[in-house]
């Protein structure tokens, strides 16, 4: 089986959608299914070869120094060249300049077309476009979902909570939910000393740990002023903030305006194989209150390397933050956040059971199985039958 994904963002521009590309692709290749797939050309040294990968000439996004947008000319050329290829489906990753090029190149070849929807975009659009009020901006973006969902053959969404949005928004396209999995690789233990070391952090400092994109949906600013309270209570606890984003710059600001400048530590973009690993084993708590997730992947990333979490539970992350995971749910309320995270940074005990909690729950999370589930979802589109499908895989 041959499925052509497509995409408007992938590696080096790290994010989520990146992330479950590129493991959706190994696990895939498993399975005996081959992809091929069609990303930006981020004009600057990518993240080492990749087989079966083409880059599009491209053009940065206005106020967005971390995108490109795929040139549309250039990736007609690029389209048009596979059409004497024999590809039995079409994947759609991002809902740009990706999805109508995937729609059309399906149509052509007489293929079926799925999207992912990675994105909640109805909760943040607010935030890229200011000038446009809130409730006229989750509007268009439901009208914008749905318009679109409702052009492919199947949809893929990566929890519960994201299909019943969807459906709530009028969606009528069959939602299959596959989560993206964990790697083999998350697994593989970090080094929390060289971290702390690396970073000039003390050895001794109690550490929370927040790792995802530096952006406005992510609901850092809350984190910030949860801080304080953690501070009354442990004055040395330190704040490291990892990742990359737009909202980096108000962030900072609002650090020095609190008084936070010694306490919290903006680490950047960290190697996701290396020090990625070793920041989420330095934590002592991994701290979480993102609104608008639909699966929330680092929160299985920070388990597996045995950091306890805490962490609000709405969207695709209530989907994750059930039963003894390793995680306390706290609300976006803070001084009960801050109360939860001083509980643990107390109880050393506490610690450790949630830690051991959370390393066998991340373990449930194979992206071997998700891999399986998808295959079945493209043997059914298809009828093509991918070696490793099995009958019960969704």
Not at 85 to 95: C, N
Request: aromatic residues 8%; glycine residues 6%.
């Amino acid at each position: 089986m041959r499925v052509l994904f497509i995409s408007d963002v992938y590696f080096p521009r790290v994010n989520g959608v990146s992330t479950s590309i590129r493991s959706f692709r190994g696990d895939l290749a498993a399975c005996g299914v081959e992809t091929r797939l069609i990303a930006p050309d981020y004009d600057t040294a990518q993240s080492g070869y990749e087989s079966n990968l083409v880059r599009i000439t491209s053009a940065r996004v206005p106020r967005d120094p971390e995108d490109r947008r795929m040139r549309w000319y250039a990736l007609q050329r690029t389209l048009a060249e596979m059409r004497h290829e024999s590809f039995d489906l079409v994947h759609i990753h991002t809902p740009f300049i990706a999805h109508y090029a995937g729609v059309r190149f399906a149509r052509r070849m007489g293929i079926p077309c799925i999207a992912t929807y990675h994105t909640f975009f109805a909760e943040y659009l607010h935030h890229y476009v200011p000038i446009l009020p809130r409730p006229a901006g989750r509007w268009l973006a439901r009208a914008f979902t749905r318009s679109q969902c409702n052009d492919v053959d199947a949809l893929v969404a990566p929890s519960d909570p994201m299909r019943d949005a969807l459906k709530e928004y009028g969606v009528t396209t069959p939602i299959h939910i596959v989560p993206t999995g964990l790697p083999a690789d998350r697994f593989k233990p970090g080094d929390g000393a060289r971290f702390r070391a690396q970073q000039g952090l003390p050895p001794d400092r109690p550490l929370l740990v927040y790792v995802g994109r530096v952006a406005h949906e992510k609901n850092i600013d809350f984190l910030v002023r949860m801080f304080p309270a953690v501070l009354r209570d442990m004055p040395a606890a330190i704040l490291v903030i990892a990742g990359e984003g737009p909202a980096r710059e108000s962030l900072e600001q609002q650090v020095r305006e609190s008084g936070l400048g010694q306490s919290v530590h903006f680490v950047g973009y960290l190697d996701r194989d290396t020090s990625l690993l070793d920041c989420y084993a330095a934590a002592d708590v991994f701290v979480f209150a993102s609104r608008t997730e639909t699966q929330g992947l680092v929160l299985l990333e920070a388990m597996a390397q045995g950091a306890p979490v805490v962490s609000t539970a709405m969207m695709g992350t209530r989907s994750i933050l059930v039963g003894d995971c390793g995680a306390v749910i706290a609300a976006e309320q803070t001084q009960e956040f801050a109360a939860a995270v001083s509980r643990l940074l107390n109880d050393r005990q506490l610690r450790q059971a949630l830690s051991e909690q959370g390393r066998r729950y991340a373990q449930t999370w194979s992206s071997q199985l998700m891999a399986r589930r998808m295959a079945a979802l493209y043997t059914e589109l298809t009828g093509i039958t991918a070696p490793c499908t099995i009958a019960s895989a969704y």
